[in-house]
């Protein structure tokens, strides 16, 4: 047998080991942890609608209509009205032929790449991409080519030299960076090599594009440019779950392909209707889209006055880079004693010398919050790797 608790004890040493936080209460800026109040800055809630009434309130109005639990797969007997109505919703929504609903982003993305790519066929994928397309490549049995993070002309390069069946995924926003995919670039590199393009956008919908249509609405692109878009609904959306949207050939493909959506329980038809709820708030609610952005510059140009290295980001996700994992850790404990949360990112999740600390902004902050993490930033500056001493 594998030595599990020396693998335990070597991640430990090198400042790897992860910790589960326990939480009391809802999910808001403020919260209770350990019996301590600390102002969040971690959540990717991005909007603050996890605890909008009117979301709770058609939680709570669906339940003795639709029941609590899925019961069984779609494909058995858990396809729900409520599911149908939200995957019209999500249709409409994004702007695309047809959508279902997954259980979570992680599934619809290892359901998807792997439905829709096979062995003899070749996948290009972002070196940044999230786990659940890492783990969706894998499954798909397909080779995989990576590729530098959004570096077109590499890509191009790689796509040239390929034969057969293609597919190209990328995140839109990306987790762990905050800059948005070179979505237009993209759309034209598959187009002229005849590669089917995903986008996992489950950082961008929400937050990004007119109506909070997400990262490729924002660039104007349609259906035709990126056929295959995923969403996850647990995040800017407020509530849980996925959905993966395009042309309706391909979701007709999926419903008999993709393992994640074929061989779980539905989710709870209950969190289908507050999801609906929360597209009608996402779609009219453009100052709270206004007022994270407010916060977003707030935040960019005191933590840069601070002289902290950040990323080109404009999104809620903000990074402050540190380099290793120690120095990553004991900024983000000496903030803790501060009263502040902002976890540290550490590898593998992010590359080997690139710990840091992910800022997430939302809607549900105050100016006065984001004045309090950069007091707070300030009054630790000494502890951060990155933080480069300003000319005078
Ligand atoms: N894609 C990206 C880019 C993500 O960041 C995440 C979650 N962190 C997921 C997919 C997975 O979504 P979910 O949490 O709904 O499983």
Not at 6 to 26: D, M, N, T
Not at 254 to 261: E, G, S
Not at 274 to 297: C, G, M, N, Q
Not at 380 to 389: F, I, K, T, Y
Request: include cysteine; glycine fraction near 8%.
């Amino acid at each position: 047998m594998r030595d599990f608790a020396a693998e335990l004890e070597q991640r430990k040493q090198s400042g790897l080991h992860r910790h589960r936080r326990l939480i009391s209460g809802p999910q808001q800026p403020s919260l209770t942890s350990d019996g301590q109040s600390l102002l969040s800055f971690c959540s990717n809630d991005y909007l603050g609608l996890a605890n909008h009434p009117a979301n709770i309130e058609a939680f709570v109005n669906a339940l003795p209509e639709t029941g609590l639990g899925g019961a069984a797969s779609h494909l058995i007997c858990g396809h729900h009205d409520a599911h149908h109505r939200l995957e019209e919703r999500l249709a409409a929504f994004t702007q695309r032929s047809a959508a279902l609903f997954f259980s979570t982003g992680y599934m619809a993305n290892m359901g998807a790449i792997s439905a829709l790519a096979g062995r003899g066929d070749t996948i290009f994928s972002d070196r940044l991409n999230h786990a659940s397309i890492i783990d969706g490549c894998i499954l798909s049995r397909a080779k995989v080519r990576r590729y530098p993070h959004s570096d077109m002309a590499a890509l191009e390069r790689m796509l040239d030299e390929t034969s057969g069946h293609k597919l190209v995924v990328t995140d839109g926003v990306f987790s762990m960076d905050g800059d948005i995919a070179p979505l237009r670039e993209l759309a034209a590199l598959c187009k002229t090599h005849d590669a089917l393009l995903v986008v996992d956008d489950a950082h961008g919908v929400g937050v990004l594009g007119p109506q909070g249509r997400g990262s490729v609405a924002e660039l104007g692109l349609s259906e035709d440019d990126v056929p295959v878009l995923i969403g996850t609904l647990g995040k800017a959306v407020g509530t849980s779950g996925a959905f993966v949207a395009g042309p309706q050939i391909l979701m007709d493909y999926l419903v008999q392909k993709a393992r994640t959506y074929i061989y779980t329980t539905a989710m709870p038809p209950a969190i289908a209707e507050a999801t609906v709820a929360s597209l009608d708030l996402i779609e009219r609610d453009d100052e709270r889209r206004a007022h994270l952005r407010d916060l977003i510059e707030r935040f960019r140009r005191g933590a840069a006055n601070l002289g902290y290295q950040l990323m080109p980001s404009d999104t809620p996700i903000q990074p402050i880079m540190v380099g290793d994992n120690w120095s990553a850790l004991a900024l983000s404990k000496a903030l803790e004693q501060k009263g502040l949360l902002v976890t540290a990112i550490r590898p593998p999740t992010v590359p080997e010398g690139e710990a840091r600390l992910r800022v997430t902004l939302s809607a549900a902050h105050t100016r006065a919050d984001v004045d309090r993490l950069l007091a707070g930033l300030s009054a630790c500056r000494a502890l951060s790797g990155s933080v480069v001493e300003q000319s005078a």
